[in-house]
């Protein structure tokens, strides 16, 4: 089915009408390789994105995701999951409902669910602690599995009082973390990280463990707006992430979070918040991060671009891949605010060597969005004292407002001539005071300064401090 005929559905026009993002153009992806990296509800949640924010891939998303669906439990992500489908492509046999297959699984989960109630119950019963702890964690991995995050979390919190060692506390508060990322309740993800590296794990466990936590930092931290933080997260994660062996039974790089996506995510934050010299620092000469870098070159050679001045070929790159990550669960949303930051910094970077550039060389080198023009662009950051330039719209040039070294010598002067009055009349006041025949005890860090050459205005300058001054 053409994705033209397929964007004219009611399911897109549903979308469009309430704001969200359609994705016309093909992305560069192959649908199955990119899927191949991640499993269990992860894998179905980013279909279920990539199927409803794209028009070309969206027949193909839905199937895998409704197939995905029908290998669990969660019964009501599969019904939704098919009548999202029904109105894109009603004559595909996939967005028929499985009848028979709903009923039976959602009497095997109700049958399950009386299971693990009557199990829990028996180990309370017995007052067997470490019982008590697995039949809960036994029915927050059923509940997960159900789609049920809420009593999930309530299953796996009971098991706090039944934790019998560090790693029990650990694996919880792991969990707690699993859950949180699936409900995309942030402030519960940060909430628990804290308890995870607060648990007295020491050894292999804690060096399992530490990756994990910095991987979900930075996701949590991107998804909340924090990005230098989570540029610092991401770019903290050791490689030993992508070859860790699970962490309270979950696969976390095929799970939650890829090798790839720390890559996407780690770069694009660190570009759009990071300076120059911490990019070539912190990112490019960060052994462990490279690493993530050579699993998606493009990000590596975007930020290789911005060091090197080559400001709209990094654009340039980075725009190839717009389309791919706006189909990303956790990309799409914040995805215009990073690249507009890119694109800016890139822009007050260009202009620093130039005293004039005429404004269709600022365009060409920097296309604005479409609907805008480069001066209303260069009008917006110039107001928001991000460029600090002036635009000459009859000559049709940026110009960088001159200096005035006359000014800057006299306002050097003037505080000088401020230092020295406040050095004077410290040094009147301690004689004053020795006058009256006060004593005035000796400032040991004063005289230490005073040695190695912080001079007589800073002795004068601390004792006026304790006397008022």
Not at 323 to 350: E, G, P
């Amino acid at each position: 089915m053409a994705s033209t005929t397929i964007e004219q559905s009611p399911f897109f026009q549903d979308q469009k009408s309430k704001g969200e993002i359609v994705v016309k153009d093909p992305p560069k992806f192959d649908l199955e390789s990119y899927i191949a990296n991640y499993t269990g509800y992860t894998r179905v949640d980013r279909l279920h994105h990539i199927g409803a924010h794209s028009p070309y891939l969206a027949v193909d998303a839905y199937r895998l995701a409704i197939a995905e669906a029908k290998r669990g439990k969660n019964v009501g992500l599969y019904t939704t999951l098919v009548e999202d489908f029904s109105r894109i492509a009603p004559q595909d046999p996939a967005a028929v409902t499985d009848t028979t297959w709903a009923e039976k699984k959602t009497r095997e989960v109700r049958e399950e669910h009386d299971r693990l109630e009557h199990e829990l119950k028996s180990y309370k019963n017995n007052l067997i602690k470490e019982s008590i702890r697995m039949g809960n964690e036994d029915l927050g991995h059923f509940y997960y599995d159900t789609g049920d995050f809420s009593n999930a979390l309530k299953a796996y919190m009971k098991m706090r009082e039944h934790c019998t060692s560090p790693k029990h506390l650990a694996d919880m508060s792991l969990r707690l973390v699993y859950v949180s990322i699936a409900q995309k309740s942030w402030t519960n993800v940060l909430a628990n990280l804290a308890k995870s590296e607060a648990t007295q794990v020491k050894g292999d466990e804690k060096a399992k463990m530490e990756p994990i936590i910095s991987a979900c930092s930075g996701l949590c931290q991107m998804a909340t707006g924090n990005y230098r933080e989570a540029a610092t997260a991401f770019l903290g994660t050791s490689a030993a992430y992508l070859t860790a062996e699970p962490a309270a039974y979950i696969t976390w790089q095929k799970e939650v979070i890829s090798g790839n996506d720390i890559a996407v995510y780690g770069g694009l934050c660190a570009l759009a918040y990071m300076d120059r010299s911490d990019l070539q620092n912190k990112v490019l000469a960060n052994s462990e991060f490279r690493n993530f870098l050579e699993l998606e070159p493009h990000i590596r050679r975007a930020i290789n671009l911005f060091c090197n001045s080559k400001y709209s070929a990094c654009l340039e790159v980075l725009e190839g891949y717009r389309n791919d990550y706006l189909l990303d669960v956790y990309l799409s949303k914040m995805l215009s605010t990073i690249y507009d930051r890119i694109r800016r910094k890139s822009i007050v970077q260009y202009f620093i060597p130039f005293s004039c550039v005429t404004l269709d060389e600022m365009a060409s080198k920097f296309p604005p969005a479409e609907g805008r023009t480069i001066d209303e662009d260069l009008e917006d950051m110039i107001n928001q004292r991000v460029l600090d330039a002036r635009i000459d719209l009859v000559d049709r040039l940026l110009i960088c407002p001159p200096t005035n070294p006359r000014h800057d010598v006299h306002a050097n002067a003037l505080k000088m001539a401020e230092n020295y009055d406040h050095t004077l009349r410290l040094r009147l006041t301690r004689l004053n005071m020795q006058a009256a025949g006060m004593e005035i005890p000796s400032n040991k860090s004063n005289e230490k300064s005073s040695v190695m050459g912080g001079g007589m205005g800073d002795t004068f300058r601390g004792l006026g401090q304790k006397i008022g001054f």
